[in-house]
C-alpha cells in the first residue's frame, strides 16, 4: 500500500487541466487512476476562449462566428476578442500525459475504484485489478448519478466526423439549426465545420429523460439524407448525455468532486470545459501557496437565471427556436458570450433578460421560484 499526496479518480477534463499546471512546481505526489486506456479521441471540447489557457494551442480550429437557424432565418453573430474554439480530446489527453510522464513521483494507474474507506492517516482506495493505494485527499471526477426534474433537463447528443467533397470550411460555426418540429424541449443540429470536406455535426436533444441513441442516430441519418450526404464517410463517433441542472459542489473529508461531477457545468448550455479552466487555475494556486482546495465557484444568481429559461422552455416547447435566436440576435455577441460561460458583468445580465420576453419569462420565474420554494 503506497501513499500519495492526492488521488485524481478519472483522467478528464478537469483531472488533466489541474495535473497539467501543477506539472512543473508541485512539491507534492499525485495518483492518477483511469480505467481507460489513454489517448483516445472520444469527443470534442468546444467553447468561447475568454482567456488564454494551457491547452490554446492545441486548439483543432477557431471559428469568430456562430449562426443559430430557425428554418429559413438565421442569426449570425461574432467576437474576434472571443473565438469559438474546439479541442479535441486525444489532443489534450497527450499533454496532460506527457505531464505525468515526466514526474517520477507521479503515476497513472490502470483500474477502477471499487472501494474508498476512509482511515485515520488519509483514504484507502481499492482497485478492481487488486491494487490499494492511500492518498491524503482525493479529487473525483466521476459522474454522480442524478435524478433530474423540471425544469432541468438532459441534453443528449449523438456526433458524426463526416468527410464529404461538398462540406466547405465555412467560418460560421452553426451552433443550433432548428429543423422542425419536436416534442422534446429542445432539439437541433449542432455543426462544426472543421475544414473544406469535413464538419463534425450532432443531433441534440433537451429532454427530461435521455433518449435511445439508435433514436438519435436515426434522426442524424434523415438530416444527412436530406442534406446529400448520406454517402459520407464517417471519420468518428461521439454521444453522450450531459446535465443541464446545478449539480452543488461536493468537499468533505479532504474528497471533492471535479469537473462536472463538481458542478462546473453551465446548467442552460452544457459548456464546461472552460469553467474547469478557471477552477484549475484557482485550485493550482491553492495547492502550491498551500491553502485548502476549493470545489467549482457557483453563481447563486445564474444557476435561477437557467432554471427561468429553461422553464420557459418547458411552457411552451415549441418557442424554443424563437427564444434562442431572439436571444442571440438582440444581445451584444461579447456580452452573451460572457453570460454563456459564467461570467457575466451586470448589465450582462441586464442585457440578456432584456432580449427575452417579458411575460412568458415573469410566468416561469414564479412558477420556478414557487417549486423551488416547495422543496
Known amino acids: 500500500m503506497s501513499g500519495w499526496d492526492i488521488a485524481l479518480i478519472g483522467f478528464g477534463a478537469a483531472a488533466m487541466s489541474l495535473a497539467t499546471r501543477l506539472g512543473r512546481t508541485y512539491p507534492g505526489t499525485i495518483l492518477i487512476i483511469e480505467p481507460r486506456s489513454l489517448p483516445t479521441d472520444d469527443r470534442t471540447w468546444c467553447g468561447w476562449r475568454t482567456k488564454d489557457h494551457p491547452f490554446s494551442d492545441l486548439a483543432t480550429r477557431q471559428w469568430p ?31 496532460a500525459l506527457e505531464t505525468v510522464q515526466a514526474r517520477s513521483d507521479w503515476q497513472l494507474v490502470p483500474g477502477r475504484l471499487i472501494e474508498a474507506t476512509r482511515q485515520a492517516h ?13 492518498a491524503d485527499q482525493v479529487l473525483d471526477s466521476r459522474p454522480a448519478p442524478l ?50 470536406g469535413q464538419h ?28 446529400g450526404l448520406e454517402n459520407a464517410r464517417i471519420v468518428r463517433r461521439e454521444s453522450g448525455h450531459l446535465p443541464m441542472a446545478p449539480i452543488a459542489p461536493y468537499n468533505h473529508d479532504h474528497w471533492m468532486r471535479i469537473g462536472t461531477a463538481g458542478g462546473s457545468m453551465r446548467p442552460a448550455t452544457g459548456y464546461a470545459f472552460h469553467a474547469i479552466q ?25 444557476d435561477w437565471l437557467d432554471g427561468v429559461f429553461l422553464e420557459s422552455l418547458w411552457q411552451t416547447p415549441g418557442q424554443a427556436p424563437d427564444r434562442f435566436a431572439a436571444l442571440f ?18 448589465r450582462d445580465l441586464i442585457r440578456v433578460m432584456r432580449a427575452l420576453p417579458p411575460g412568458p419569462l415573469l410566468a416561469a420565474a414564479i412558477r420556478h421560484s414557487l417549486r423551488r420554494d416547495h422543496r
Open 122 to 134: 488519509g483514504w484507502a482506495l481499492a482497485l478492481d485489478n487488486g491494487q490499494t493505494f492511500m
Open 200 to 227: 463534425l455535426l450532432e443531433w441534440t436533444r433537451f429532454t427530461p429523460s435521455p433518449p435511445p441513441a439508435k433514436e438519435m442516430e436515426a434522426c442524424l441519418e434523415t438530416h444527412l439524407k436530406a442534406r
Open 329 to 346: 440576435r438582440q444581445t451584444p455577441p461579447e456580452a452573451l458570450i460572457r453570460f454563456l460561460t459564467g461570467i457575466p458583468e451586470h
Open 65 to 95: 462566428r456562430w449562426r443559430v437557424s430557425t428554418g429559413p432565418t438565421s442569426v449570425v453573430r461574432g467576437s474576434e476578442r472571443y473565438p469559438y474554439e474546439m479541442l479535441r480530446a486525444g489532443d489534450v489527453q497527450k499533454r
Open 278 to 302: 478557471r477552477w484549475a487555475d484557482d485550485a493550482a494556486r491553492c495547492l502550491l501557496e498551500g491553502h485548502p482546495l476549493q470545489p467549482p465557484r457557483r453563481r447563486g444568481l445564474l
Open 147 to 196: 435524478k433530474l426534474t423540471r425544469p432541468w433537463v438532459w441534453q443528449s447528443f449523438v456526433g458524426w466526423e463526416l468527410s464529404h467533397p461538398s462540406l466547405d470550411g465555412d467560418e460560421t460555426v452553426g451552433l443550433m439549426d432548428f429543423t422542425g418540429q419536436s416534442d422534446a424541449v429542445a432539439e437541433f443540429v449542432y455543426e462544426l465545420p472543421i475544414q473544406t
